[in-house]
């Protein structure tokens, strides 16, 4: 599996989505993202484990604690795979405004 399909997969769960949204104020210590979820400590760690594995987050120490924070290289990979298709809808589209009025009715149904 590379990091993008581990990116991806981490991503499927709503919990790591909401820790990723929850990270996007700055770097937290597990027990601060632990206080804002119905779920235990150590299942946001795992969460944590899972997001940290994808390259979605890094983890720095901070005297005792650790703190979580979002990984701008592992976002920008993901961003960058989404972006062509992006890239590719403003062309078709682009291509459609651009194309005379007449050619435009004719593919319309």
Do not use: C
Request: glycine share 6%; hydrophobic share 45%.
């Amino acid at each position: 599996m590379t990091y993008q399909d581990a990116s991806f997969a981490a991503l499927g769960d709503p919990t790591r989505r909401q820790i990723l949204l929850l990270l996007r104020d700055g770097p937290a210590p597990v027990g601060t993202i632990a206080g804002r979820f119905p779920v235990s400590r150590p299942a946001i760690s795992q969460h944590l484990k899972v997001l940290k594995d994808a390259q979605l987050v890094v983890v720095r120490p901070a005297g005792t604690r650790r703190l979580y924070e979002l990984d701008p290289r592992g976002l920008a990979a993901l961003r960058a795979f989404f972006e062509q298709f992006w890239n590719e809808a403003l062309l078709a589209f682009k291509a459609e405004v651009e194309r005379p009025t007449r050619a435009r009715r004719r593919r319309t149904p």
